[in-house]
């Protein structure tokens, strides 16, 4: 640190001098310029008036009397030494310090040269010695008298001006002037300047010194400060990068880095503990380790409709969203860990300026860690394949919601192309790679899996159905069910949330197509090929390290007024004046049973007026596929539906009923579910919903009651929620007066189990369960025993598909 600051001086020091010298030099220069400069033309001006006073006394021809004339001229003019030549160079008179100019000799004229020989004026600036008694140079150059340099000097300016008589030169006249004061004036300017200079450089580097000091050392100290708390865990991540912001591209990476290293630490520990406590719960870390192993050297291939990362133009900037969906938390620590490859629909407005030659970026984009692959869709095949056969063919299909279905001719052969499309994608993704597994999500790519084995037969391919799978008979409504589950057999693995799911899928299989379905093993037999069958129920993450960024993480307390303070707080906090709040989070979807659950508040309302002024339903509804009619109709109806019931129970205090039309962020849902007293899950039928699980996870206070629809797949897991039917109205108002008015023991009871429950089957175990079953899978194998696997082939037709 010393040896560091004493450099800075010494190059302060240095710098600042050379640049100051070098400036005094040129302005002393320029100084004694303009003073030579002005002594020449007062000397000019001056001997203009003298030699027409000379000449005219010579002219009258009184020789003898120029002594007198010239020591009356020079007083009255104040010069020191004047003196008159003849043609010759012989010296005819001289005034004042007589003696120097005596010398001249006639021989050598110096000076006098020009005017007496061409008639010109001359000048010079001459050092002299400074004789003893003698206060007078003589005449001509410094050279011409060889001056001695080690002898004190005087600096004189000499002119000689010719004398005429008509057109004829008679003589010269010289003025000799003092030019010490020239040089004397640029030794004080110099002198000045280092004044000047000395407290320049003081100043400077002591400024310089405090600004380091302050600016770099001081900051540096801090930043090595705060890198070593963090590094014991003692310090938040957040705090120091607002700190160092203004050392932005270096706090950024510090910041990365810091945090790589909190979450290294908290996942270490979290093993640790759970070693210790002998406890088996799945982390992304501990997934990442386990699907790594049971690839071995093979490669991880994603395929979804939606996509991890969305470039999307918010104004006049493009930013990189990530849609909230669990698959995104379930999927990613796995493609992390093995630099997989997400086959996805790049429906982000600023997707294409994103992608390379291949329509590939790396993700994710501050830390690239796996390939995302962008399909392009054209708006027919959104409409047919998304739009209209996979949400209002399959989706009402698949959920007995009431909702009747519509399948069109055209929308089928969209959704056949699309899939075909993604397929040739995976075909052109999988080239060259050893041993894929294809991991297919969801109702929108049915025929998928057998249209990427017959490409690639030594591909292991699972497929996991995130919706219900409705019973046989309610199938067999779709005209195409026979491709759909064709499609699906391509699979070696097949899951669903719930075992009925499977079952259903199962009688379906048996009643469509010819196959042997093992009810024992949960296989289906094609045409060679094995499925297995398997209920695999999806879940939340959770990650009890991850620091919270809201005040109401925890509250860890027993005390009853304690936990209803902070209720209070928390509720006040989002705009809530009402001692109780009753939540549901969903998207605007009528198989949420969105309009069950305001009818149930309405008659909870009517039926304990207690509650009048006392609660308020809360119903944040992200809008969803807009552009189909019955998805409309509901936003229509939910909306009707909370005017009449504010308009019928509202006071100018209160409003029963608020809807909240958006889709929020992770944060915000999160500190909703932290102030409600109540989450009402009314679906009419759901595979899973993670809603409920996810109201479970934020609850660390181990506080809050969750009433579910038993028509969920989450029903099955968490038997201590208060179980409902949503159908019946006046259940589910009971069902919250119930919650209301539950014990606090009870209450804590019933969400200890249940977070328990779902801290145990987290989605970290969901997606290890899959991946295990099918990287486990024996692949078919011909005659040899090696699989049947056509390398690099490419089928002419993948819609080509036989059942
Ligand atoms: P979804 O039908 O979308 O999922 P769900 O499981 O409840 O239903 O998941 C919804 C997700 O969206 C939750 O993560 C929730 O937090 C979020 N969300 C809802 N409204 C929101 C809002 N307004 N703002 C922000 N986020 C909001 C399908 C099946 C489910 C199955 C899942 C997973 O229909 O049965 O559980 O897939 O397999």
New binding site residues.
């Given amino acids: 640190m010393h040896f560091f600051r004493l450099r800075l001086v010494a190059a302060l020091l240095i710098g600042i001098t050379v640049i100051s010298l070098g400036s005094t030099y040129f302005d002393v220069l320029a100084h004694k310029l303009y003073l030579q400069q002005d002594l020449k033309r007062r000397s000019q001006w001056f001997g203009a008036g003298l030699q027409a006073q000379i000449e005219r006394e010579m002219a009258i021809g009184s020789p003898e009397e120029l002594p007198g004339v010239l020591e009356h001229l020079r007083q009255y003019a104040d010069q020191p030494g004047l003196a008159v030549y003849d043609t010759q160079g012989k010296l005819l008179a001289a005034a004042g310090e007589t003696s120097p100019l005596k010398n001249i000799s006639a021989g050598t004229f110096g000076l006098l040269k020009h005017p007496l020989n061409d008639g010109k004026e001359a000048s010079a600036f001459v050092r002299v010695p400074v004789n003893e008694g003698q206060s007078f140079p003589a005449m001509g150059s410094v050279m011409n008298r060889g001056v001695n340099l080690l002898r004190p000097t005087r600096l004189w300016y000499e002119a000689a001006i010719p004398l005429h008589n008509g057109q004829r030169t008679i003589g010269a006249l010289v003025m000799v002037a003092n030019a010490e004061y020239i040089r004397a004036d640029g030794i004080a300017v110099w002198r000045r300047s280092f004044l000047r200079i000395a407290a320049m450089v003081i100043l400077i580097v002591v400024v310089t010194l405090v600004m380091v000091r302050w600016f770099l050392f001081q900051p540096a100290t801090r930043a090595a400060e705060w890198l070593r708390r963090l590094r014991q865990g003692k310090a938040d991540v957040d705090e120091g990068a607002k700190e160092f912001a203004f050392l932005l591209p270096l706090a950024n990476e510090v910041t990365s880095i810091a945090e790589n290293l909190t979450r290294a630490r908290a996942a270490a520990e979290a093993e640790a503990r759970l070693r210790d406590a002998a406890e088996h719960v799945w982390t992304a870390d501990r997934l990442a380790v386990h699907v790594r192993e049971r690839l071995g050297d093979g490669k991880l291939f994603v395929v979804s409709n939606r996509e991890p990362y969305m470039h999307v133009r918010k104004g006049k900037e493009t930013e990189c969203v990530v849609p ?4 995104v938390t379930a999927i990613e620590p796995v493609l992390h860990a093995c630099d997989g490859t997400w086959v996805a629909h790049g429906s982000g407005n600023q997707d294409k300026a994103f992608v390379d030659e291949h329509d590939r970026l790396r993700v994710p984009p501050e830390e690239p860690r796996y390939t995302l692959r962008r399909v392009w869709l054209s708006e027919e095949e959104e409409a047919g394949y998304y739009e209209g056969f996979s949400n209002e063919g399959l989706w009402p299909l698949c959920h007995i919601a009431h909702t009747r279905p519509i399948f069109r001719a055209s929308d089928w052969n969209y959704y056949q192309r699309v899939n075909a499309k993604f397929a040739e994608v995976l075909v052109e993704e999988m080239r060259g790679t050893e041993r894929p597994v294809v991991f297919v999500q ?1 109702y929108h790519f049915a025929l998928l899996p057998a249209m990427i084995k017959k490409a690639r037969p030594d591909a292991r391919v699972a497929i ?1 159905w ?3 799978w409705p019973n046989a008979e309610a199938f067999g409504i779709c005209p195409w069910q026979g491709q759909l589950l064709a499609g699906l057999l391509g699979a070696d693995v097949i899951g669903f ?1 719930i075992q009925s799911h499977c079952n259903n899928f199962m009688d379906t299989v048996d009643r469509v197509l010819e196959a042997r379905t093992d009810r024992e093993h949960f296989t289906i037999r094609r045409h060679g090929h094995i499925s297995e069958v398997r209920p695999f129920p ?1 879940s ?1 993450a959770w990650d009890e390290h991850t620091v919270e960024e809201e005040p109401y993480a925890e509250f860890e307390t027993d005390d009853p007024d304690e936990i209803q303070a902070t209720s209070y707080q928390l509720k006040r906090d989002l705009g809530i004046e009402t001692q109780h709040m009753v939540l549901g ?3 605007m ?1 009528y ?2 049973g969105i309009v069950e659950r305001l009818l149930a508040v309405e008659q909870l309302l009517e039926d304990h007026p207690w509650y009048h002024e006392k609660l308020t339903f809360v119903q ?3 809008p ?1 596929r807009a552009r189909i009619p019955s998805y409309a109709l509901l936003r229509t109806q939910v909306q009707e539906t909370v005017a009449r019931i504010n308009g019928r129970f509202e006071t100018s205090q209160w409003k029963p009923v608020i809807l ?1 039309e ?5 944060a ?2 999160r500190r909703y579910y932290c102030a409600a007293d109540i989450c009402l ?1 009314t ?1 009419l039928h ?7 699980k ?1 109201y479970l996870a934020a609850r660390k206070d181990g506080d809050g009651v969750l009433i579910l629809s038993r028509f ?3 029903a099955q897991e968490l038997r201590d929620a208060l179980l409902v039917n949503p159908y019946d109205i006046v259940q589910v108002a009971e069902a919250i007066h119930t919650g209301l008015e539950m014990s606090v023991g009870e209450r804590r009871l019933r969400m200890e189990r249940m977070r328990h429950q779902v801290k145990e089957h987290n989605v970290y175990r969901w997606a290890a369960a899959v991946l295990t079953d099918v990287c486990a899978v024996r692949l078919a194998t011909d005659a040899t025993g090696y699989p049947t696997s056509p390398q690099n082939h490419t089928p002419d037709s993948l819609t080509e598909l036989t059942y």
């Fill in positions: 909230p969906s669990g698959l969801d996991f995130h919706i219900p949330h999806i939340v989070v969903d998207r979807d198989t949420k944040i509804a992200a969803t909240i958006r889709q929020c962020s992770h915000e849902v899950v679906s759901d595979g899973m919903n993670l809603v409920a996810e969920t797949g989450a």
